[in-house]
């Protein structure tokens, strides 16, 4: 199952632009709100240097990136819980998500119709982060209900717990503070993950700029940045405008135009690789002639567990992992010399799989 990241924001601030510079989904773009009517769903392919490397020097009849799902979400306005605007439509289409991209304008331009009518990046946010945090507390609020009513007949344990965090949530969330705010311990986290709660998900804010800003950002930016810093968010500088124009070029005009604007790489790269970080991924590969192949997985993830990505019967029937790192091929040149070199590492079920890892799994069910 592919990385799935909601985009959201208010009206006109370039979210369906940036959605059709990013993948092929094609969103319709245009000057008022709402012209997002569905969610609209992009799968793009996860650059990754070392997969084009290895694929030179293993030479397969198919090559298969890894793939992050972006999703489209019409813009939100104050309200939006209350079923303003399109309201309660796509706060449920976000639930899905893995994480939130909240896409924040940080440039002047007159022929775009701002919905507030003007250009204040901190207010958006407020606008955006109220609406998820009402859709919670009505959310938590009736899921708290039920549980109570079931938990004065029940003595089950899993099912008191639940109702233990529940309070804890709302209350944080009545104190004005996101679902993510909470320190939780594993088992919690297991369970508020079930809850689908918005303000639970981790965010990375993107501040739409013009393109003369597009490297060192403007003050409506630093504000995002220094408001994302104390949330223990992420946020980034993007122009979606320049983000088009490079879906349009090839890969050499494409270098040029990058280099002319003081990048060393499209806002797709830079914003998956954020993507990666905040939910703590990591990718490893498994490499032979019919196919050189991306898979992602979280950090800390054991051998039996990542030969699931592949196939349940892999992890159910799991016996051991040959492993070497994708830097040992690239070093050495072949799978060959990694054997001869002694590179080559037979692991058991308690290995943990490492980000750049070529693996081959041995299994038997």
């Not at 694929?55 to 209350?82: H, N, R, W, Y």
């Not at 407020?126 to 039920?146: C, F, G, M, N, Y």
């Amino acid at each position: 199952m592919s990385l799935q990241v909601g985009i959201v924001g208010l009206p006109n601030v370039g979210k369906s632009t940036l959605f059709n510079a990013l993948s092929p989904g094609g969103a319709e773009a245009a000057n008022y709100p709402f012209c997002t009517i569905d969610p609209n769903v992009g799968i793009v392919e996860v650059p990754d240097q070392r997969q084009a490397e290895i694929t030179k020097l293993i030479k397969p009849q198919k090559v298969i990136p890894t793939v992050m799902e972006f999703v489209d979400i019409a813009g939100l306005v104050a309200g939006a819980s209350k079923g303003e605007g399109l309201g309660n439509q796509f706060l449920a289409n976000i639930r899905e998500t893995d994480a939130i991209v909240h896409v924040v304008r940080c440039f002047e331009d007159s022929n775009v119709v701002h919905v507030s009518g003007s250009v204040d990046p901190i207010r958006d946010i407020e606008v955006i982060d109220t609406e998820l945090a009402l859709a919670d507390l009505e959310s938590i609020t009736k899921r708290l209900q039920k549980a109570e009513k079931l938990a004065k007949t029940s003595k089950d344990k899993d099912l008191l717990a639940q109702v233990e965090l529940m309070k804890k949530i709302l209350v944080t969330l009545e104190n004005g503070d996101p679902a993510r705010s909470v320190d939780f311990d594993k088992d919690e986290v297991k369970i508020v993950r079930g809850l689908q709660l918005l303000t639970s998900k981790p965010v990375i804010f993107l501040c739409n700029v013009d393109e003369s800003s597009v490297v060192d950002g403007n003050e409506f930016s630093k504000k995002v940045l220094e408001h994302a810093t104390k949330q223990g968010q992420q946020a980034l500088n993007l122009c979606s405008s320049v983000e088009s124009e490079l879906a349009e070029l090839s890969a050499e005009d494409k270098a040029e135009f990058l280099e002319s604007l003081g990048l060393k790489e499209p806002g797709l790269n830079r914003l998956i690789s954020e993507a990666y970080k905040l939910l703590e991924l990591e990718t490893y590969f498994t490499a032979g002639e019919k196919e050189v192949r991306a898979w992602t997985i979280t950090k800390g993830t054991k051998a039996p567990q990542a030969a699931g990505k592949i196939h349940t019967d892999f992890e159910r029937g799991f016996i051991k992992v040959d492993t070497y790192h994708c830097t040992d091929l690239f070093e050495l040149g072949s799978e060959q010399k990694i054997k001869t070199a002694g590179k080559l590492r037979s692991e058991g079920k308690e290995y943990i799989v490492k980000d750049g890892d070529v693996l081959h799994f041995k299994f038997n069910v």
